[in-house]
Nanobody
Framework: QVQLVATGGGSVQAGGSLRVSCAGS??????MGWFRQAPGKEREGVAAIGRANKTSYVDSVKGLFTSSQDNAKNTLYLQMDSLKPEDTAMYSCAVPTRFGSCTIIPGRVGIFGSWGQGTQVTVSS
């Protein structure tokens, strides 16, 4: 059974930084992703990390967010810098449930199909 638990969220002012983590078990995959969902909005893919730590980001966070992973600890990280109020959302990690490219597709979930417990990130102006 896949278990994914995100932690590390909190409240910061615009321009600040946060690092969220996701501890997982019950899966075997080279690909993991970060998603976020704000109230009243669709779930949005933020970052994906795959083989050889190749990363993919949604355009709005490129150069601001960095995804990394520690395979020995089965932990995924998302370093978020220069945060903006529009980054406010529940952040969760995900693993694929079908084959395909380990990448973020704007407006779609792509190959990801299993999400874990999220952590709230709130950015105030």
């Amino acid at each position: 059974q896949v278990q994914l638990v995100a932690t590390g969220g909190g409240s910061v002012q615009a321009g600040g930084s946060l690092r969220v983590s996701c501890a997982g078990s019950g899966y075997s995959t080279y690909c993991m992703g970060w998603f976020r969902q704000a109230p009243g909005k669709e779930r949005e893919g933020v970052a994906a990390i795959g083989r050889a730590n190749k990363t993919s980001y949604v355009d709005s966070v490129k150069g601001l967010f960095t995804s990394s992973q520690d395979n020995a600890k089965n932990t995924l990280y998302l370093q978020m810098d220069s945060l903006k109020p529009e980054d406010t959302a529940m952040y969760s990690c995900a693993v694929p449930t079908r084959f395909g490219s380990c990448t973020i597709i704007p407006g779609r979930v792509g190959i990801f199909g299993s999400w874990g417990q999220g952590t709230q990130v709130t950015v105030s102006s």
